[in-house]
């Protein structure tokens, strides 16, 4: 399958692409999976992998190609392999991800992503994220274990609240928040909590977000207008639309 014209623009903006083959997967709860693979010669072509780093995936949609964006979980850059995680809904991405076997392969493409740390790196992390975000919020949490972390999660379903984090009690805070009025609650949550926390001195602060489009909107300008935090203490991105 050709990548028709998302692919073109991908290339110009040099785009690299790569044939991931699958090794297996497992069904973590009855809406999220994850899919083993191979790497294609991907993490080998990058030098290894960042905190939060994804790729788009290609698969097809009423006969023409579709691109989605996952991150990378667990990369092991000596055995080329990493894992891929899915919060099943309906889409050609889930079903792929669902009928997914070994010997399965998929097309990539390594375009867009980018993400650093702050150097010096933050003495406290706030998190805002939801089931499609939580690999990269995993990533994030592995790449700086003893930072004291908050995190709020937004749940859509019950299955949700299972879902494993890579959490270390001593220096993590969850709280689930359900999903309501599209997102509307989550907004209101951080709202109310965050300014508090942050304190009068948020210059050791670093705050990641990354739910669906409006959300993510709505947090960033609130954070940067509002809280009056610089551009290189927010990452904010969009990572679905209702």
């Given at each position: 399958m050709g990548h028709g014209w998302e692919g073109v623009v991908l290339k110009l903006f040099r785009g690299r692409d790569f044939t991931f083959t699958v090794t297996g997967a497992e069904q973590v709860t009855d809406r999220f999976r994850r899919v083993h693979v191979t790497d294609g010669g991907l993490l080998a072509a990058t030098g290894g992998a960042h905190p939060t780093m994804w790729v788009r995936l290609?698969?097809?949609?009423?006969?023409?190609?579709?691109?989605r964006a996952y991150t990378l979980v667990d990369p092991d850059p000596e055995a080329g392999t990493f894992s891929l995680e899915f919060a099943l809904h309906e889409g050609p991405a889930c079903a792929w991800a669902r009928e997914a076997k070994a010997g399965d392969t998929i097309d990539a493409t390594l375009q867009g992503t980018g993400f650093t740390l702050p150097d010096p790196a933050p003495a406290r992390l706030f998190v805002i994220g939801d089931a499609a975000a939580l690999p990269a919020v995993n990533s994030l949490l592995d790449a700086v274990p003893r930072t004291p972390a908050t995190i709020w999660f937004e749940t859509a379903h019950e299955d949700d609240r299972k879902l494993p984090f890579r959490l270390d009690e001593a220096h993590h805070t969850l709280h689930h928040v359900e999903r309501r009025e599209a997102g509307a609650r989550l907004v209101a949550e951080v709202k109310a909590a965050l300014p508090g926390l942050l304190g009068e001195d948020r210059s050791d602060a670093y705050v990641w977000v990354?739910?669906?489009?409006?959300?993510?909107?709505?947090?960033?300008?609130?954070?940067?207008?509002?809280?009056g935090l610089p551009k290189d203490r927010v990452n904010a991105l969009g990572y679905w639309r209702p």
């Open positions: 290609w698969f097809e949609k009423d006969g023409k190609p579709h691109q990354a739910c669906d489009t409006s959300t993510t909107r709505a947090r960033s300008a609130y954070l940067r207008k509002e809280l």
